[in-house]
């Protein structure tokens, strides 16, 4: 297969980094960018908060389009406080950019999930049951936008919101776990109403 290089206009937002192993937007070419930090600015990171506007966030900005407000430069380091597991809610972009404490609190345990359409409200339940907790699972949505799942593998990607149904004990297995999914699968009715297939 011929590799063709396809340079983006300047004035069209970069594509997110392709993933071979999932095939995602296989129809079209990607460049791939190697982002780094920039050493002038590691004694920032994590003590300058921005306000990046309201909506979508997306992964680029255009700073030469909108100035974005430096709100606060902060003394030491510090994360928002984890709402919890009941209250937390975010989206599949937003996975990656989470705080550490809230991702290590978020890999730590499994259990089920729900994600909802942004255009639709169409929803998908779906469970954690792996390494890595609800964290690993929400990865593989951010890397490819279906997570291998048939009805999102159908659609165009879409930035799915992301919240938790239901906790997993530590001694629950993983049969326990997706007995539970099914459980919520019928309670949503999101296989004949949303984005589940089985």
């Not at 902060?74 to 984890?82: G, L, N, S, T």
């Not at 730590?108 to 994600?115: A, T």
């Not at 999102?152 to 297995?173: C, F, G, Q, T």
């Amino acid at each position: 297969r011929e590799i063709r290089a396809y340079r983006f206009p300047e004035t069209t937002r970069q594509p997110i980094l392709h993933d071979p192993a999932f095939g995602e937007n296989d129809h079209h070419e990607h460049l791939r960018y190697d982002l780094e930090r920039v050493e002038q600015f590691e004694d920032l990171v994590g003590l300058v908060v921005i306000d990046w506007g309201t909506g979508t966030r997306a992964w680029s900005q255009w700073p030469a389009r909108q100035d974005k407000q430096i709100v606060e430069i902060r003394a030491k380091q510090q994360d928002e406080r984890f709402p919890g597991f009941s209250s937390f809610q975010t989206t599949i972009d937003e996975v990656e950019f989470l705080p550490e404490a809230w991702q290590g609190a978020l890999s730590s345990v499994g259990g089920v999930y729900l994600l909802v359409c942004p255009t639709s409200g169409e929803q998908y339940v779906g469970s954690a049951c792996g390494d890595g907790g609800f964290m690993g699972r929400w990865r593989s949505y951010a890397s490819n936008g279906h997570g291998g799942n048939r009805r999102l593998l159908a659609r165009e990607r879409s930035n799915y919101s992301v919240s938790i149904l239901e906790v997993a004990s530590p001694d629950m297995s993983s049969k326990e776990i997706i007995h539970r999914e099914s459980a919520w699968k019928n309670k949503l009715g999101s296989r004949s109403h949303g984005l589940n297939a089985n």
